[in-house]
T-cell receptor, first 113, second 118 residues
Framework: DTEVTQTPKHLVMGMTNKKSLKCEQH?????MYWYKQKAKKPPELMFV???????INESVPSRFSPECPNSSLLNLHLHALQPEDSALYLC????????????FGSGTRLTVV | AQKVTQAQTEISVVEKEDVTLDCVYE???????LFWYKQPPSGELVFLIR??????QNEISGRYSWNFQKSTSSFNFTITASQVVDSAVYFC???????????????FGKGTKLSVKP
């Protein structure tokens, strides 16, 4: 299994909703990432989780909350989002931190209304 | 500072033409990796190639070829005999440091949108 699986593929949520994005990989990779990609922009790193350590982009607002239940799963909890948070959210994994190849999921297209 | 520059925002070619996508990078690390990804309209990022900083050999894979020149900090990508299916946004990326200060980030260029017309 050489895939990173993201669910759901599409999500529309109101500003008062709480939802979660899920990411799963079964490649034995020890590092997982969340990237945010706005339209016509490159992906930008939000969070890195590796060896039970979380690294955070401090510009990411607290309404985004990552959770890593185990080494194969990385969730992103969403709460009280704003319309400007609408974007493609991409999950990726790599064998470890460093310059290994990154495998990306197909993304979740999030629309906040 | 770590940075990737893709100066070409959009390129339009006719099928069967050759096209080169430019990528220039900046880094102070002596060991680093460079990547190219393809992003079709569906959104997923498709890995094309990874090249480490110690390997300057050019690489060819079918219609794709890459030219890595450390002296000019460039890692250009050429598609030979382009096809309509090559239409996508192509990102060049550099391995970099994450917000914890350790390795573990891909720093992307702004991407080049390639349109191949029949």
């Amino acid at each position: 299994d050489t895939e990173v699986t993201q669910t759901p593929k599409h999500l529309v949520m109101g500003m008062t909703n709480k939802k979660s994005l899920k990411c799963e990989q079964h490649m034995g990779h020890r590092a997982m990432y969340w990237y945010k990609q706005k339209a016509k922009k490159p992906p930008e790193l939000m969070f890195v989780y590796s060896y039970e350590k979380l690294s955070i982009n401090e510009s990411v607002p607290s309404r985004f909350s990552p959770e890593c239940p185990n080494s194969s799963l990385l969730n992103l909890h969403l709460h009280a989002l704003q319309p400007e948070d609408s974007a493609l959210y991409l999950c990726a994994s790599s064998q470890a931190l460093g310059a290994y190849g990154y495998t990306f999921g197909s993304g979740t297209r999030l629309t906040v209304v | 500072a770590q940075k990737v520059t893709q100066a070409q925002t959009e390129i339009s070619v006719v099928e069967k033409e050759d096209v080169t996508l430019d990528c220039v990078y900046e880094t102070r690390d002596t060991t680093y990796y460079l990547f190219w990804y393809k992003q079709p309209p569906s959104g997923e990022l498709v890995f094309l190639i990874r090249r480490n900083s110690f390997d300057e050999q050019n690489e060819i894979s079918g219609r794709y070829s890459w030219n890595f020149q450390k002296s000019t900090s460039s890692f250009n990508f050429t598609i030979t005999a382009s096809q309509v299916v090559d239409s996508a946004v192509y990102f060049c990326a550099l391995s970099g440091r994450n917000y914890g200060g350790s390795q573990g980030n891909l720093i992307f260029g702004k991407g080049t949108k390639l349109s191949v017309k029949p």
